[in-house]
């Protein structure tokens, strides 16, 4: 059975400092990794999607990295705006549903 | 690019009645959609995955019968919530997928509350 776990459960940071969230995950053949975003009372809202070990993506302030067992989510000198609930999920080969982590809730602290 | 609704954004309604919810991929043909459900705190929970034209297929625990879904049209989609009871209140979100694409679009959700 595919699993998917983050950490931490949430996550305080001062504005402008660095971190990253994780994602590990267990696959029976990896169709893609994907990274959502959650505001609070809205749908998910797609960020990435990484297929393999090694690829990594950015946007804005955003980077996602993978590896064979997990997914890194980095964000550099972060603003307020950043707050919000970012979800990792996985794809297995061969099937149409995805996998949902639990998720990371972010606070940037002005 | 990959924009999906929902509608109503919002629902309130007695207990005992019945609540379609609609989702609609705007400016693609979506082959599939899902419809997950999503308590206060928690993740998406996945309720049903449907491709267009073919009966959905539901997640075990899922009430067929009181979860009655459409896909009707590669655009389409809709969730109907049969004798609604208070327990059936929550936020429900669809996300839609095209055809060979890996990502799934989520629409902005429907918030169910039944009295």
């Known amino acids: 059975e595919d699993q998917v776990t983050q950490s931490p459960e949430a996550l305080r940071l001062q504005e402008g400092e660095s971190s990253s969230l994780n994602c590990s995950y267990t696959?029976?053949?990896?169709?893609?990794l994907f990274w959502y975003r959650q505001d609070p009372g809205k749908g998910p809202e797609f960020l990435f999607t990484?297929?393999?070990a090694g690829e990594e993506k950015e946007k804005e302030r955003l980077k996602a990295t993978l590896t064979k067992k997990e997914s890194f989510l980095h964000i550099t000198a972060p603003k307020p705006e950043d707050s919000a609930t970012y979800l990792c999920?996985?794809?297995?080969?061969?099937?149409?549903?995805?996998?949902f982590g639990t998720g990371t809730k972010l606070q940037v602290i002005p | 690019g990959a924009v999906v609704s929902q509608h109503p954004s919002w629902v309130i309604c007695k207990s005992g009645t019945s609540v379609k919810i609609e989702c609609r991929s705007l400016?693609?043909?979506?082959?599939?959609m899902f419809w997950y459900r999503q308590f206060p705190k928690q993740s998406l929970m996945l309720m049903a995955t449907s491709n267009e034209g073919s009966k959905a297929t539901y997640e075990q625990g899922v009430e067929k019968d009181k979860f009655l879904i459409n896909h009707a049209s590669l655009t389409l989609s809709t969730l109907t919530v049969t004798s609604a009871h208070p327990e059936d209140s929550s936020f429900y979100i669809c996300?839609?997928?095209?055809?060979?694409?890996?990502?799934?679009?989520f629409g902005p959700g429907t918030r169910l509350t039944v009295l």
């Open positions: 999920a996985v794809r297995a080969s061969g099937y149409q549903k995805v996998t």
């Open positions: 996300s839609a997928r095209y055809l060979a694409a890996n990502e799934q679009f």
């Open positions: 696959v029976s053949g990896l169709r893609g």
């Open positions: 990484l297929y393999s």
């Open positions: 400016d693609f043909q979506a082959t599939t």
